[in-house]
Every structure is written in structure tokens, then in C-alpha cells.
């Protein structure tokens, strides 16, 4: 077992050395759809890096965040990327059934039990269901169980009953209630603990959030802003824009994607059709828009004045990519199988970091632009997504 985290050195992360591309080149001259990610080579380059990253922590609950200015970051306690590393190795684990990353994947897991019963944030979905969520259904391990129905409960604190919505954040003196796209992505976590229990409350809340959403959240072209805010004695919506796009008007790339994954997720958890069309109408919105470049890497926002020139979101490209793959499902002969797997052979090859002094296998991510905030960087979300993606296009499944 892990101890405690010492500080890192450039040596420390030498062995860990640059991808080498030549292993991920495709046959361009093949029709799309035929064209080889050489998933196996990019599975087994990411399950190295990992694991040689692993080796140089002394804590399980050492989680890297991102790689920012010649420096390792690593996640606080409460950060909300904090699950997506241990799903990662989930996700590699079931990729590449090496026993030794079922291990790791189980005490980082189990390493999120300090912030199970947490009530100050919405993120416990991302923390919690992309980590113990992950690991649970292939090793029905009673501890991530646990950590799971904790966290359910945690998060179901924070749905206001006259608003039917879950609160996003705390902090902001001049929002009353603000809800944000991104928190589209923990309803799943609900859907699952009313399986788990039997406990409709679970399933009526992430319904009732993602209604109201749906009502508020979108303008008429299917795009959304990122924060809604709320009255608290009206419970109507007293402010809409966003807090990581161009403007309070623009379309954050990263925000349609979540919207994009989370209403088709809700659509596989209720069959609601109305979830279903919402989920194509974004996809549209994504897909056809005119400043989508032809790699289908967004810029970090779709409506910045200064594009092409500002940096794309990688994380963007491989959330909307496994979105799509589970989306191909419901609604076959439009494209979005293809699609993703154009995005995916594009981040395979083009967006790979080159860095060694990080895990991670994608760069070219962009946390906020308004903050200056991981600008082009390695994100430990992107990874994660990106072996989702691959996981769906493989017909692999933990989740779904």
C-alpha cells in the first residue's frame, strides 16, 4: 500500500518518455468507417504510461489532474476531476484484463471514501460513479458499493423540490441557485441508485433535473448556455450565460458535449423520447455547425470572433465522441458511429501529448479560457472519455 506523496522530480518521469506516433498512423485511403484505430497499440501505450506513472506515487489518493507549465497537478480532495483517473484505469483494466490495474483501480476507488458523504458539491457523479461506478459491476466489491449509495445520498441532498432541480455550486454571492449543463452528467448516478435500491427518489430527482434543464438551459438553435441561475423565491431562472466560454451568449464546445452525453444517457435510463430528441437536436447543433473544423476537434468555444485562431478542447471532442457511439444505438442511419470514429482516429494520431512528465496520453485540452485556466493542456477527463469512446466502438461494456 501507498503511503504518502513526495514531491516529483523531472528524472522520476524520464522512463515514462514520449508516445511514439508512428504507432497510431491510419490508412487514409480507406473508406472512413474501415479505417484502423490500431485500438490495441493506443490501449497498451496508455495502459504503460499509466502504470509507470503508479509506480513513482507513494498515495492512492495522489490523482493527477492535468500537466500545466512544466508541472504535474494533482487533484485536491474535493476537486471534481478526482474520479476520472481511477476510471481510466478501470476502463484499461477491462480493456486489457492485467490484473495489476484491477488492483490499482480498486484502491483509488476506495481511496474516494473521504469524500462520499460530502454535501458541498454536485460533482460526486463525475467523482464517485466514474470510479467506484466503474469497478463495482466487475468486481461487486461490497467497499465500492458503500462509497456508491453514500454518495447517492450526498447528492440527492442538493435537489431543491420547488425549483426540480440538483444546486451545482455553493460559491457566487451574486447566484441564488445556479445550475449548470455540466451536472447533466450526475443523473446517472441517481438512475443507478434507484437499481441499486429500489428507491424510486433517486430516478424521480434526475428525471425532474433533467425536465427542468431541458425547459431552461437551451436557446432555440440547441445550444445551451453553461449556468443557469435561479430565483429562490420565484423559482424561475433570474440569470442565463456561462462561466468557461467566450461570452454569456456564446456556445462553450465543452458544455454541448455534456449536453449531448448527458440527454442521451437519460434517454437509455427512461426511454423517454423526448430526452432522445433533445440529444439529436444537440448533436445536430455540434456536428453541422459552421465553425466545427474538419478534424471534428472543436475550438474550446464555437462562437469566439477570433477562430481559427484560439485553442480547440480535446475534452470536448472525446466526450461528444462516446456520446455518439451510445446515440448511433437509438438512432441508427445517421452517421454518428462514423463520425466518432473520425474523432477518435483524429485524437489518435494528431492530438497526442508528447510531454514526459505526465500519465496522460491526449493533450490539447482546454480547462477556462475566461481564467487562463489549462489552456492546451493534458486533462485527466479527456483520457478518460477517449477510453470510453473506445471501449462503446469496441462493444465493450461496463455501464452501458
Same mark, same amino acid.
Given at each position: 500500500?501507498?503511503?504518502?506523496?513526495?514531491?516529483?522530480?523531472?528524472?522520476?518521469?524520464?522512463?515514462?518518455? %514520449? $508516445?511514439?506516433?508512428?504507432?497510431?498512423?491510419? &490508412?487514409?485511403?480507406?473508406?472512413?468507417?474501415?479505417?484502423?484505430?490500431?485500438?490495441?497499440?493506443?490501449?497498451?501505450?496508455?495502459?504503460?504510461?499509466?502504470?509507470?506513472?503508479?509506480?513513482?506515487?507513494?498515495?492512492?489518493?495522489? $490523482?493527477?489532474?492535468?500537466?500545466?507549465?512544466?508541472?504535474?497537478?494533482?487533484?485536491? +480532495?474535493?476537486?471534481?476531476?478526482?474520479?476520472?483517473?481511477?476510471?481510466?484505469?478501470?476502463?484499461?483494466?477491462?480493456?486489457?484484463?492485467?490484473?495489476?490495474?484491477?488492483?490499482?483501480?480498486?484502491?483509488?476507488? %476506495?481511496?474516494?471514501?473521504?469524500?462520499? &458523504?460530502?454535501?458541498?458539491?454536485?460533482?460526486?457523479?463525475?467523482?464517485?460513479?466514474?470510479?467506484?461506478?466503474?469497478?463495482? *459491476?466487475?468486481?461487486?466489491?461490497?467497499?465500492?458499493? &458503500?462509497?456508491?449509495?453514500?454518495?447517492?445520498?450526498?447528492?440527492?441532498? +442538493?435537489?431543491?423540490?420547488?425549483?426540480?432541480?440538483?444546486?451545482?455550486?455553493?460559491?457566487?454571492?451574486?447566484?441564488?441557485?445556479?445550475?449548470?449543463?455540466?451536472?447533466?452528467?450526475?443523473?446517472?448516478? %441517481?438512475?443507478?441508485?434507484?437499481?441499486?435500491?429500489?428507491?424510486?427518489?433517486?430516478?424521480?430527482?434526475?428525471?425532474?433535473?433533467?425536465?427542468?434543464?431541458?425547459?431552461?438551459?437551451?436557446?432555440?438553435?440547441?445550444?445551451?448556455?453553461?449556468?443557469?441561475?435561479?430565483?429562490?423565491?420565484?423559482?424561475?431562472?433570474?440569470?442565463?450565460?456561462?462561466?468557461?466560454?467566450?461570452?454569456?451568449?456564446?456556445?462553450?464546445?465543452?458544455?454541448?458535449?455534456?449536453?449531448?452525453?448527458?440527454?442521451?444517457?437519460?434517454?437509455?435510463?427512461?426511454?423517454?423520447?423526448?430526452?432522445?430528441?433533445?440529444?439529436?437536436?444537440?448533436?445536430?447543433?455540434?456536428?453541422?455547425?459552421?465553425?466545427? *473544423?474538419?478534424? %471534428?476537434?472543436?475550438?474550446?468555444?464555437?462562437?469566439?470572433?477570433?477562430?481559427?485562431? $484560439?485553442?480547440?478542447?480535446?475534452?470536448?471532442?472525446?466526450?461528444?465522441?462516446?456520446?455518439?457511439?451510445?446515440?448511433?444505438?437509438?438512432?441508427?442511419?445517421?452517421?454518428?458511429?462514423?463520425?466518432? +470514429?473520425?474523432?477518435?482516429?483524429?485524437?489518435?494520431?494528431?492530438? $497526442?501529448? +508528447?510531454?514526459?512528465?505526465?500519465?496522460?496520453?491526449?493533450?490539447?485540452?482546454?480547462?477556462?479560457?475566461?481564467?487562463?485556466?489549462?489552456?492546451?493542456?493534458?486533462?485527466?477527463?479527456?483520457?478518460?472519455?477517449?477510453?470510453?469512446?473506445?471501449?462503446?466502438?469496441?462493444?465493450?461494456?461496463?455501464?452501458?
Amino acid at each position: 500500500m501507498k503511503n504518502h506523496l513526495n514531491n516529483y522530480s523531472a528524472s522520476v518521469f524520464t522512463f515514462l518518455g %514520449l $508516445v511514439n506516433l508512428s504507432l497510431f498512423s491510419c &490508412d487514409t485511403t480507406q473508406p472512413q468507417e474501415n479505417v484502423s484505430l490500431n485500438e490495441k497499440e493506443i490501449i497498451a501505450a496508455m495502459a504503460q504510461k499509466y502504470k509507470a506513472f503508479i509506480d513513482t506515487v507513494t498515495h492512492y489518493a495522489a $490523482v493527477p489532474r492535468t500537466y500545466e507549465n512544466g508541472a504535474l497537478k494533482m487533484a485536491s +480532495r474535493q476537486d471534481w476531476t478526482r474520479g476520472f483517473f481511477p476510471g481510466s484505469l478501470w476502463y484499461l483494466y477491462k480493456l486489457t484484463g492485467d490484473p495489476s490495474l484491477m488492483e490499482d483501480a480498486t484502491e483509488y476507488s %476506495l481511496a474516494l471514501d473521504d469524500i462520499a &458523504d460530502f454535501k458541498g458539491t454536485h460533482d460526486l457523479g463525475f467523482m464517485i460513479y466514474c470510479s467506484a461506478g466503474n469497478g463495482y *459491476p466487475l468486481t461487486e466489491d461490497e467497499r465500492l458499493y &458503500d462509497i456508491m449509495l453514500r454518495g447517492a445520498n450526498a447528492l440527492k441532498t +442538493r435537489y431543491h423540490d420547488k425549483i426540480k432541480l440538483i444546486r451545482s455550486w455553493d460559491f457566487g454571492q451574486d447566484k441564488q441557485f445556479p445550475v449548470i449543463i455540466d451536472n447533466m452528467m450526475n443523473l446517472e448516478f %441517481l438512475c443507478w441508485a434507484t437499481k441499486a435500491t429500489g428507491d424510486s427518489s433517486y430516478y424521480e430527482i434526475a428525471v425532474d433535473h433533467a425536465k427542468t434543464t431541458l425547459k431552461n438551459h437551451f436557446r432555440e438553435d440547441n445550444s445551451s448556455f453553461h449556468v443557469v441561475d435561479y430565483d429562490t423565491t420565484t423559482y424561475h431562472p433570474r440569470w442565463k450565460g456561462t462561466h468557461q466560454g467566450y461570452n454569456g451568449q456564446s456556445a462553450w464546445s465543452r458544455g454541448q458535449a455534456w449536453g449531448l452525453y448527458g440527454y442521451t444517457m437519460m434517454y437509455r435510463e427512461t426511454k423517454q423520447d423526448e430526452f432522445l430528441q433533445q440529444a439529436r437536436k444537440i448533436a445536430g447543433y455540434i456536428l453541422n455547425h459552421e465553425n466545427m *473544423p474538419a478534424d %471534428l476537434v472543436p475550438y474550446y468555444d464555437y462562437d469566439d470572433p477570433k477562430i481559427p485562431n $484560439v485553442p480547440k478542447d480535446v475534452s470536448a471532442a472525446a466526450i461528444t465522441a462516446s456520446a455518439l457511439i451510445e446515440l448511433d444505438q437509438y438512432l441508427p442511419g445517421n452517421s454518428y458511429r462514423q463520425k466518432a +470514429r473520425e474523432i477518435l482516429k483524429n485524437l489518435g494520431t494528431k492530438y $497526442v501529448s +508528447r510531454s514526459p512528465g505526465h500519465p496522460f496520453f491526449l493533450g490539447h485540452s482546454v480547462g477556462s479560457m475566461p481564467h487562463n485556466g489549462e489552456i492546451d493542456v493534458p486533462l485527466n477527463y479527456a483520457d478518460y472519455y477517449f477510453l470510453e469512446a473506445l471501449l462503446r466502438l469496441m462493444n465493450k461494456k461496463i455501464n452501458a
